[in-house]
């Protein structure tokens, strides 16, 4: 069996023969030599595709976790190694890093946060998403993770996006998004609709679809 069909990202990647054998070859040549994985990350797009997949990522993305995965290193060097792939890296390959992030972090240390904090000081909304995924919503701490929704909020960005957010709402952001809608509200602006069900119930505020 290939070892791309041997890895813990089922179903097989719908890649054709030629794909599904550079990467074998890449993921072997991971495994045997961590350094590889510097040339052959920026390739695989190339070699296999950004066709989607049911679980919401693209067959690059897939691949790319699958390198990552494969890596031979634990500690600061594999955060090293990580973090360099996503520094270097474009916006397709930074949001592979931070989608794959569950994976490489085998330990759930919370150690590759920093790259999370990086993602969330930017603006570009395809990467915020990517980096409040599940790692996130398991290693974020609870003010960070507060101020990351409220940016989502700012940015326009579905809560829906939000991994983890029903666990993890609060008081403190029920008051935070009360906040903010009295402010949309007061100036005459719409309110999302979505972060009605974290209001409180105290004062009506209107958003996009009436008073809540």
């Known amino acids: 069996m290939p070892i791309s069909d041997r890895a813990p990202f089922p ?3 719908p890649l054709t023969p030629e794909a599904r054998a550079w990467l074998d070859a ?12 510097r040339t052959l990350f920026p390739a695989v797009r190339r070699h296999c595709g950004r066709a989607p997949l049911p679980d919401g990522r693209t067959v690059d993305e ?11 290193l634990r500690d600061q060097p594999l955060v090293d190694e990580v973090s360099a792939l996503h520094r ?10 931070l989608r794959a992030l569950p994976q490489v972090d085998r330990d759930g240390t919370g150690r590759f946060l920093d790259l999370v904090r990086q993602t969330l ?4 909304n395809t990467l915020i998403e990517a980096a409040l995924g599940p790692y996130a919503a398991a290693h974020l701490p609870a003010d960070e993770y507060r101020q ?15 991994s983890g957010l029903d666990e993890r709402a609060d008081a403190e952001l029920a008051r935070m998004l009360a906040d903010f809608a009295r402010e949309r509200t007061a100036a005459g602006r719409p309110v999302p609709e979505d972060i009605a069900r974290f209001l409180p119930r105290v004062h009506p505020v209107t958003t996009t679809h009436g008073a809540v």
């Open 26 to 37: 890449a993921l072997a040549e991971v495994a045997a030599d961590p350094a590889a994985i």
């Open 121 to 124: 000081r930017g603006n570009d």
């Open 148 to 162: 990351a929704v409220l940016k989502c909020v700012f940015q326009e960005i579905p809560l829906a996006r939000i």
């Open 62 to 72: 897939a691949v790319r976790a699958l390198l990552m995965a494969s890596l031979a």
């Open 11 to 13: 179903p097989p990647l």
């Open 88 to 97: 270097h890296g474009d916006p397709a390959e930074q949001r592979a890093v």
